[in-house]
């Protein structure tokens, strides 16, 4: 029996977001599409009317080994787009190291558009094998804040870093505005967690990781990151320095404490944090990218680090909506 409808031209594990400006000045969903293993959720009534809001979810809560998944982002003039998740995306084991599971999205941003991808961390299972790739196309006056994370695995069933092989590339590009300008590669950022030393006296991976239980980059770019890259790269700055020690008495440093300023008094309380959870970082500013990079010994310590960065800072909030942060604020 033929089908009264007309055949999908797209294949599985393929997904599409169109993202333009309403006339109400609001930013709304054009074109949703999506098929298996993929699954993409938007809410029938937003909260927030300050971005669009996807959630990127997979049938079954993770992507069994060999796995395909290929979305594509293009956000039209203006507009502007959240992409969250709904907890940790699982990579189930691969019966065999060749068996890979992949993930690519491809993001065009157009002038004066912009992305805020902050999901939940990925979670690769024992004996996975996963790749995945982010490509980022800005208009010059476009602007993004991605965050792409990684943990140990099931920490609770004793998985250390004992996955296969885990790698992730995030590049972000400058668009061509003219007849004779070329695209400009901004930032590649390349990361490859390999199981297999490729010589017996070098560490393990899980040795490599030094006690850390998940790893994260943030990269900002465009004029509504501007202020909150100053922020990182100023908090980076104002970090105690190594060998510094402080000589004051005791009651020299309870009078300089007093009179702090509310910003001084916040970032005291997160280098006493930072110390306890030994959550370590970095910030450096590249080619008008400002990239951050991070690590903690738990999931949630890391998590509750970069959410009080991104809530104090209040650009994220200010331009998409609390429901940008939702996945990390938990």
């Not at 999908?8 to 930013?27: F, Q, T, Y």
């Not at 997979?58 to 969250?84: I, N, Q, T």
């Not at 900002?220 to 402080?246: I, S, V, Y």
């Not at 997160?270 to 738990?298: D, N, T």
């Amino acid at each position: 029996m033929n089908s009264p409808f007309p055949r999908s031209s797209s294949a599985a594990g393929e997904g599409r977001i169109v993202v333009r400006l309403l006339p109400e000045g609001i930013s709304g969903l054009e074109s949703f599409t999506y098929q298996y293993p993929l699954k993409l959720i938007t809410p029938m009534r937003p909260a927030e009317t300050k971005s669009a809001l996807v959630f990127l979810l997979s049938y079954g809560g993770g992507l069994v080994g060999g796995d395909r998944v290929h979305l594509s982002v293009d956000v039209k003039p203006g507009a502007r787009l959240s992409l969250v998740t709904q907890g940790h995306t699982k990579i189930f084991k691969s019966t065999t190291p060749d068996i890979v599971t992949r993930q690519t999205m491809r993001v065009s941003i157009a002038a004066g558009g912009a992305v805020c991808l902050l999901p939940d961390p990925v979670q690769p299972f024992e004996a996975s094998v996963y790749e995945q790739i982010q490509i980022f196309r800005l208009a010059r006056s476009a602007s993004l804040c991605l965050l792409d994370w990684v943990t140990q695995g099931r920490s609770a069933r004793g998985e250390d870093w004992s996955f296969v092989r885990w790698a992730g590339r995030n590049e972000v590009w400058t668009v061509a505005d003219g007849a004779l300008a070329r695209d400009r590669l901004l930032v590649r950022d390349a990361v490859i967690l390999d199981s297999h030393r490729a010589h017996p006296q070098l560490p393990t991976l899980r040795e490599s990781m030094h006690g850390m239980g998940v790893i994260g980059t943030l990269v900002l770019r465009g004029p509504l990151m501007r202020k909150l890259g100053e922020f990182f790269l100023a908090e980076f700055a104002a970090l105690p320095r190594l060998g510094a020690r402080d000589w004051r008495s005791d009651d020299a440093m309870k009078e300089a404490d007093a009179s702090l300023s509310p910003r001084e008094k916040w970032r005291a309380g997160r280098l006493q944090l930072e110390k306890e959870s030994r959550v370590l970082w970095s910030a450096a500013s590249i080619r008008g990218c400002v990239v951050v990079k991070f690590g903690a010994p738990a999931v949630e310590a890391g998590r509750l680090w970069i959410g009080s960065m991104l809530a104090q800072e209040g650009s994220i909030t200010e331009h998409f909506g609390e429901q940008a942060l939702m996945c990390v604020s938990k």
